[in-house]
């Protein structure tokens, strides 16, 4: 049965660094493009970052770009978003997703994830 576990949440302060991790059970997901979400108390969940199955392509949310950086390690079945300059409103729960495609020209949409984790607690307060 296909697991995708994320790690790495937590509470940090504003202007703090945190970086989540997403392990897949499936050699077969080396093929899809994973993407990382979040979703904050109230609001929809959004797309935050995305990565092509060879971990050349990525894409970026307008609002994380430049302080985001998505990863991949095909060899360990993981995939990383690391996340710098935090700030409140990324405050949330980050999940990750598999896709059913290799690439998807944006942050990888909601409604074409094959597989879900169970999503990591990122806070950030002082």
């Known amino acids: 049965q296909l697991q995708l576990v994320e790690s790495g949440g937590g509470w940090v302060q504003p202007g703090g660094s945190l970086r989540l991790s997403c392990a897949h059970s499936?050699?077969?997901?080396?093929?899809?493009?994973i993407g990382w979400f979040r979703q904050a108390p109230g609001k929809e969940r959004e797309g935050v970052s995305c990565?092509?199955?060879?971990?050349?392509?990525?894409n970026y949310a307008d609002s994380v770009k430049g302080r985001f950086t998505i990863s991949r390690d095909n060899a360990k079945n993981t995939v990383y978003l690391q996340m710098n300059s935090l700030n409140a409103e990324d405050t949330a729960v980050y999940y990750c997703?598999?896709?059913?495609?290799?690439?998807?020209?944006?942050?990888?949409?909601?409604?074409?994830?094959?597989?879900w984790g169970k999503g990591t607690l990122v806070t950030v307060s002082s």
């Open positions: 990565i092509s199955t060879s971990g050349r392509r990525t």
């Open positions: 499936a050699l077969t997901l080396r093929y899809n493009a």
């Open positions: 997703a598999v896709g059913r495609s290799d690439w998807y020209g944006s942050t990888c949409p909601v409604y074409d994830m094959n597989y």
